[in-house]
Structure formats: C-alpha cells, structure tokens
C-alpha cells in the first residue's frame, strides 16, 4: 500500500504528552467513535466527517462568513453566527472568509505521510524519554486501514505504540493492529450491560469478549475506567469490575480517571445539547474507596 494514498481524518496531533503511554508522547486524534457516552469530552471526535465550529467569543460580527455562504447555511442571531446544520456542507468558504478566524473546520484530512513527518519531529525527546505515539479518538479503529499503517511505519522506525480504544468492534479489527502495539489503553465503562447501553449508546458483551480474547496475545494492557458519579462509581459495579479484571494475566494496571468537565464548551460550539450539566467531579476521598477495592484483589490501581 503506497503510503502516500492512505489518508484519514484527524482533529488534533498533541505532542508532549505524559499521561497516554510510558514517557514524552505524540497523540494522534482519530475522527469517528461508534459510542455515544454522554460524558465524552472530545465530541469533535465523534462523527467521522469534519463539522464547522463556531467559536463566539472570536466572532467580530462582520457578516463576512453569512455573504459567501453559498448554501445560505449562516445568520445572525442575538449579534453571533448561527449555523443550519441541514442546509451546511463544510465546503469551508465561510472559514476562508473568516478574518476573525471564528469559524473553523474542526478536522483535516491527512495522509499516513503528513501524519509520520509530524511524529518524526519529536523522535528525539521520544528515545530520551523511552516515549512513543498513541493513536486516540474518537475511536482510531473506525479508521482501520488509517491507523494500521501509521502503525506499521511508527514500528518501522523503532518507536514505542499504543492505542487509546473503547473496544467496540469485531475481534479482527483489533488483530489487524495487534502486532504493531506495545500498549493497549482499554476503556471499561460499566460491568451491567444495560446502564452500559443508556450512557453509552451501546451495549457491553462485545468490550468485555474482546478484552478477554487480548489475554491470548502478547500486549500490555491498562484499563481505564472513568468515574461518573451516581453512574457508575457503586460499590456493587465496581467490586464487578475488580473481580472480572483480577482474572486477566495481561492488564497491567488499572487507571481510574476522574469525570471532568473540561469539554463542555465544546457542545456548544457543535450546537450539541450536554446531558450531565449537573454531574460533578469525584471526590478525592471517594476515589479513594473506589482504589482500595482494586487494592483488595491486589491489583496495581492508580487514580489518574
């Protein structure tokens, strides 16, 4: 496969990251996620096609953008921008026109290339700091043909792999990738297969198969498990999960992430309702009981 025709739809490429993968590392956001958690703080990375982004407090309220829309998609409402979603194709005119720089598409395609001449930049602070590259979403897979060449080519060239990864998705997906990653960050969201299903969208049986049929094969593994108060942080849930994971050989160690609320302004920058504007983060304290649970099965468990 000629690397220069492979191409995928990516929002974001962090470098310097220390908390996706042991030491200094690039992440590459995916577009695209076959869940729906109502608690997503990417949700630019949900949908796999590029979506125009309003940032209102850039907007200078010139109306340069409503004159080039050659689909009629924008008007002022309340002195801001707003956006017919049914009427815009993200043909990215009105971006052209945007002095402000206020509307924006919030993904660009790339080939594997462009994506490998990004990651090559940082090979140095990769071998000083035993670092590597993470592919994250969205859900990375979604792009399958994408993200196995960019994995082929980061091993090519000696670097450290891994992959953030919701595990919703045939088995041979996720063998296609397999030989080409050091480090799989694995979601478990909920043990009950029906509240799995409410804040999901989905439902658990094939997560939990998947991560099950990973003992067979030689990868390290991380669980991450996010805490959502009055979710998915009882006892009874999370004794479950403890139980079922003190049986898998290959999980390393388990990270529980804290819900934050970060990503809100997001939703409303897609002209997205956010379900859970009364949840709260955790509290420490509560974190707390919830590692000692993991520590009970003696299992190597760290608050994220």
């Given at each position: 496969m000629?690397?220069?025709?492979?191409?995928?739809?990516?929002?974001?490429?962090?470098?310097?990251?220390?908390?996706?993968?042991?030491g200094i590392r690039t992440l590459v956001f995916f577009k695209g996620c076959p869940m729906r958690c109502q608690w997503c703080a990417n949700p630019e990375g949900l949908t796999t096609q590029p979506e125009?982004?309003?940032?209102?407090?850039?907007c200078i309220a010139?109306?340069?953008?409503?004159?080039?829309c050659p689909n009629n998609a924008l008007s002022f409402r309340n002195k801001y921008i707003q956006i017919d979603?049914?009427?815009?194709?993200?043909?990215?005119?009105?971006?052209?026109?945007?002095?402000?720089?206020?509307?924006?598409?919030?993904?660009?395609?790339?080939?594997?290339?462009e994506v490998m001449d990004e990651i090559e930049k940082n090979i140095v602070f990769f071998k000083n700091s035993n670092g590597g590259v993470t592919l994250s979403g969205g859900e990375a897979l979604m792009q399958l043909d994408f993200a196995t060449e960019i994995l082929k080519n980061c091993k090519r060239k000696?670097?450290?792999?891994?992959?953030?990864?919701?595990?919703?998705?045939?088995?041979?997906?996720?063998?296609?990738?397999?030989?080409?990653?050091?480090?799989?960050?694995?979601?478990?969201?909920h043990m009950?297969?029906?509240?799995?299903?409410?804040?999901?969208?989905?439902?658990?049986?094939?997560?939990?198969d998947n991560l099950l049929r990973l003992q067979?094969?030689?990868?390290?593994?991380?669980?991450?498990?996010?805490?959502?108060?009055?979710?998915?942080?009882?006892?009874?849930?999370?004794?479950?999960?403890?139980?079922?994971?003190?049986?898998?050989?290959?999980?390393?160690?388990?990270?529980?992430?804290?819900?934050?609320?970060?990503?809100?302004?997001?939703?409303?920058?897609?002209?997205r309702a956010y379900t859970l504007n009364e949840m709260m983060p955790p509290d420490k304290k509560d974190l707390y009981r919830l590692k000692k649970i993991f520590d009970n099965f003696h299992l190597n468990c760290k608050i994220g």
């Open positions: 000629n690397i220069s025709e492979v191409k995928g739809q990516i929002f974001n490429i962090e470098n310097y990251a220390i908390h996706d993968g042991q125009l982004v309003f940032y209102d407090h850039l010139c109306g340069s953008c409503i004159d080039t979603r049914d009427r815009c194709n993200t043909c990215g005119i009105c971006v052209e026109n945007c002095h402000a720089e206020a509307l924006r598409l919030n993904c660009r395609e790339m080939t594997v290339k000696g670097l450290s792999t891994a992959i953030e990864t919701c595990g919703f998705y045939a088995f041979n997906v996720l063998k296609k990738v397999i030989d080409n990653l050091d480090y799989i960050f694995y979601d478990i969201k009950d297969n029906e509240k799995h299903r409410q804040f999901t969208g989905v439902g658990n049986k094939i997560i939990l067979n094969y030689q990868v390290n593994i991380n669980v991450r498990i996010p805490v959502l108060p009055g979710i998915n942080d009882d006892i009874k849930n999370i004794t479950a999960t403890a139980k079922m994971i003190a049986t898998l050989p290959k999980v390393k160690f388990i990270e529980l992430l804290p819900y934050h609320r970060f990503g809100i302004h997001k939703y409303n920058e897609l002209d």
